[in-house]
């Protein structure tokens, strides 16, 4: 009963989601006609690409009742690493490879703290936040550095099939694989059953070390190839590349109807908040509405999206309560 309500309450969010998704579609074109146009749906897609990727991870990471508030100063240390090597004569594939193998460093470190250590993830993947940012600082100091190969750049700017980049590519192969492993296997089982009760999963037979442990090197390796691409498109690479993106990510993440004490949500709404989120900023892009008001927006939003939950849940239970005569204890 209790696993049929927890799905009927995400069908009503999901609902709901799809209702402000038409809501914020019928604004956006109604206020601008290009909004439509198949540039510019492309174009919304293209510009917050490498975040939305991120978010694919964050979602199991926070289902799993954990956070990696670090995901986007590893984008910028793949990033600068990346520059760094290239600009010191090392082949560009090397570089790729090296990046990627940063961001699994920075997972295998946030995941040892937090799944054998036993640190909160909270206060873990803040220090990483600080402390990857630093070193990326480190790497490329006050400096731009660019002038990447031609076949890199176009990796983050040319489209392959049809209007659609790598990244977009990627992105879409990742959806499908993160929906299969959260979804339809042993190991998303897993992921739920520990983020609702870690010591539930362990009595249960559940390696719960080893399943945080993979989380975070998946979240470290999904945010530095985010940040490769990053670079990619933007044929350049600063210190403070991607800084601030992890709002948005765990924005997306939890207006998807994620709890952020982990074992519920589904990617099915977290691809809706996507859509949200980005017809939102591209909505205000069109409208020339600055930065500054963008991220007070989405702010906003991040409030919203753990206040309602929360606030529909105790709605919930007492309704219930009263109903079925079900006494609170």
């Known amino acids: 009963m209790l696993r049929s309500l927890n799905r009927d309450t995400f069908k009503r969010w999901e609902t709901l989601l799809a209702v402000i998704l038409v809501v914020v579609v019928v604004f956006n074109t109604s206020q601008s006609p290009v909004f439509l146009q198949t540039d510019n749906l492309v174009n919304l897609f293209v510009l917050h690409i490498e975040k939305i990727i991120v978010a694919l991870a964050m979602t199991l990471v926070i289902i799993n009742s954990e956070i990696d508030l670090s995901v986007a100063s590893v984008m910028g240390l793949s990033a600068c690493l990346i520059a760094n090597l290239y600009s010191h004569g090392v082949s560009m594939q090397v570089c790729i490879l090296a990046g990627l193998g940063a961001g699994i460093l920075c997972g295998l470190f946030n995941g040892f703290w937090v799944a054998y250590v036993g640190l909160p993830s909270l206060v873990v993947t803040l220090g990483g936040l600080i402390g990857y940012r630093g070193l990326a600082e480190m790497l490329v100091e006050d400096k731009s550095i ?120 589904t990617l099915l709404g977290v691809s809706l908040s996507i859509l949200i989120v980005l017809c939102l900023r591209n909505g205000m892009n069109l409208l020339s509405i600055t930065g500054n008001t963008q991220s007070t927006v989405i702010g906003i939003l991040l409030i919203l999206s753990v206040l309602i939950p929360n606030l529909a849940s105790d709605a919930q239970g007492l309704w219930n309560r009263r109903r079925f005569g079900v006494q609170k204890e």
């Open 146 to 265: 660019g002038n990447f190969p031609d076949w890199f750049n176009q990796l983050g700017q040319k489209a392959l099939v049809g209007p659609l980049p790598l990244s977009m590519i990627i992105f879409f192969i990742l959806l499908i694989v993160f929906v299969v492993v959260l979804h339809f296997s042993g190991f998303g089982r897993y992921i739920y059953v520990v983020g609702n009760s870690r010591e539930a999963a362990r009595y249960s037979g559940v390696r719960v070390r080893q399943v945080k442990m993979i989380l975070f090197v998946i979240s470290g390796f999904i945010a530095s190839l985010a940040g490769i691409l990053y670079a990619a498109r933007l044929g350049a690479v600063r210190a403070s590349t991607a800084q601030g993106f992890e709002l948005d990510i765990i924005t997306m993440v939890l207006l998807g109807g994620v709890s952020i004490f982990g074992g519920k949500g």
